[in-house]
């Protein structure tokens, strides 16, 4: 049994590509099960989708804690806890991430005994990053080695038809680029035979210590303790402000932003707080004078790094 893992964030495309694989592997005689699973967030938020395939029936059910296959659309989710992209990744794991860095840097920085490989970033301008799960899915369909060509592109017409002709061809072009750029690596995802219960071997007993009620049943009263989650992390577009073009009319930027992470400054201009700005987009959308505009997150970062 294949058991594939595709972490990503809300708007790139992981869904999609969790389809896009169950399906052609579907079309190769495969039974399937592939489904996202999504936080309680929306656009920006870490979310994972996976996929099951096996020749015969699949027994297994619920996320997949051993993967042979882990494709990350986004590596700033990678230091992330509570994504888990390195969740139960063994030495038989192929970890793929979508990065510019190279496969070596990748398993030094991440102690890694897992096979890495890296599909080099091509999409930079904004609004092109919805197609970095399906450069994924062509590139994972390449490294299961049991999907065919044939099989990729009739799972893409298949399960994005609604795109219409042009959003269907788009999508195979960048999927077949990225199929097509792995064939040297063709197959190196090895499928691993089904986990039999027994194999767990019996739950152990776990003594809990008595606490007083006051330790045990605590009541949680933390007021205002969302702004120590850091949404920014969740970003994959950057909102930035050209002063120059505001008319400081921030009843509109800063009351509409769902995050508060508009604050006015004393002399009226909208500031964005970059810890908490999950980037939406809303505030791009109503301002009347389009003097928000977006850069994808890497892009931003890279020239916060080198500002050279
Ligand atoms: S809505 Fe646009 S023009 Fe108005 S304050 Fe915000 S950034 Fe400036
Ligand atoms: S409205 Fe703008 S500033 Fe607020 S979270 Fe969305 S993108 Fe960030």
């Keep these: 049994m294949y058991r594939i893992r595709i972490h990503a964030r809300g708007g790139q495309g992981a869904k999609t590509a969790s389809r896009v694989l169950g399906s052609a592997l579907f079309r190769e005689g495969f039974e399937v099960q592939d489904a996202p699973r999504y936080g309680a967030e929306r656009r920006g938020a870490p979310i994972f989708a996976y996929v099951r395939a096996d020749r015969s029936r699949i027994l297994e059910r619920g996320t997949i804690e051993r993967p042979d296959l882990v494709v990350v659309a986004d590596e700033t989710l990678i230091p992330v806890a509570a994504a888990g992209v390195l969740s139960g990744l063994t030495e038989r794991t192929v970890l793929l991430i979508h990065s510019a860095e190279d496969p070596a ?62 959003g269907v061809a788009e999508n195979l072009e960048l999927a077949l680029a990225a199929y097509d750029s792995f064939d040297h690596e063709d197959g190196c995802v090895q499928e691993a035979p089904e ?53 400081r009319c921030h009843w509109l930027c800063s009351t509409l932003c769902p995050d508060g992470a508009i604050p006015v400054l004393a002399d009226g201009s909208p500031e964005i707080d970059y810890e908490h700005c999950k980037g ?13 505009g977006a850069i994808p997150e890497a892009q931003a970062r890279r020239a916060e790094e080198d500002p050279g």
Excluded at 134 to 163: F, H, N, P
Excluded at 208 to 225: K, Q, R, Y
């Design 105 to 166: 840097t990748w398993r030094n920085r991440l102690c890694l005994a897992a096979t890495v490989v890296t599909l080099e970033p091509q999409l930079e301008s904004a609004g092109e990053l919805r197609f970095v799960g399906i450069r994924c899915a062509g590139a994972a369909a390449r490294l299961l080695g049991t999907v065919s060509r044939a099989a990729l592109t009739w799972a893409i017409r298949e399960e994005l038809t609604a795109l219409g002709a042009l």
């Design 195 to 247: 986990a039999r219960p027994e194999a767990a071997g019996s739950a152990r007993w776990i003594e809990l210590p008595f606490e007083e009620a006051a330790v045990s049943a605590p009541d949680i009263h933390g007021a205002a303790t969302s702004v120590q989650v850091r949404t920014g992390l969740w970003r994959t577009m950057r909102p930035v402000i050209d002063l120059e073009r505001c008319h």
């Design 280 to 292: 939406c987009m809303i505030c791009v959308a109503v301002c009347p004078t389009h003097a928000i």
